[in-house]
């Protein structure tokens, strides 16, 4: 009479099989808890969240100013301060808005917009130390962006 290897048999070798796939499972399960705690922690701060809005939102308002004709001026209030400490700093260039936490060793939140030879952007850099929002400028000359103090300007949009 023929037995299959491993279930209930009490051979050796299906005894080894079956310790194989049982420590191939835990240490799968292992890998997978480990991933989800990193992952939970990183969004405690809801910082990837929030980092890949502005991202993305930054480089829809590069896009439309593009896209607008005549000259356009656009403040951004929306403040680059994170959740709770995070401080984060924003970079336009080669087309792409990328966002880093300066206070966090993570990978930097990028998102691309199309870019305009005919029409230059400023390459630029900022903060969220430098004041609370951008003012976006189009003009015949390029794309000027720049750190304002939303209470300076007044009522301005």
Do not use: C
Not at 78 to 100: C, H, M, R, W
Not at 133 to 154: P, Q, R, Y
């Amino acid at each position: 009479m023929l037995r299959k290897r491993g279930g209930l048999s009490k051979s050796k070798a299906g005894m080894t099989h079956d310790q194989f796939f049982i420590i191939f499972d835990l240490i799968l399960a292992g890998v997978v808890f480990t991933s989800l705690l990193f992952f939970i922690n990183g969004i405690k701060d809801n910082s990837i969240f929030e980092r890949n809005y502005i991202a993305r939102d930054t480089a829809l308002l590069l896009n439309t100013l593009y896209a607008a004709p005549g000259d356009v001026s656009y403040l951004y209030k929306e403040p680059l301060q994170g959740q709770g400490k995070s401080n984060l700093l924003l970079e336009f260039s080669q087309g792409k808005a990328t966002l880093t936490d300066i206070n966090k060793k993570g990978q930097p939140i990028w998102y691309p917009f199309g870019m305009n030879k005919e029409i230059p952007l400023s390459q630029a850099t900022f903060s969220s130390e430098d004041k609370n929002g951008l003012l976006f400028e189009k003009s015949h000359s390029g794309i000027n962006i720049k750190a304002v103090k939303v209470s300076d300007l007044g009522q301005k949009s």
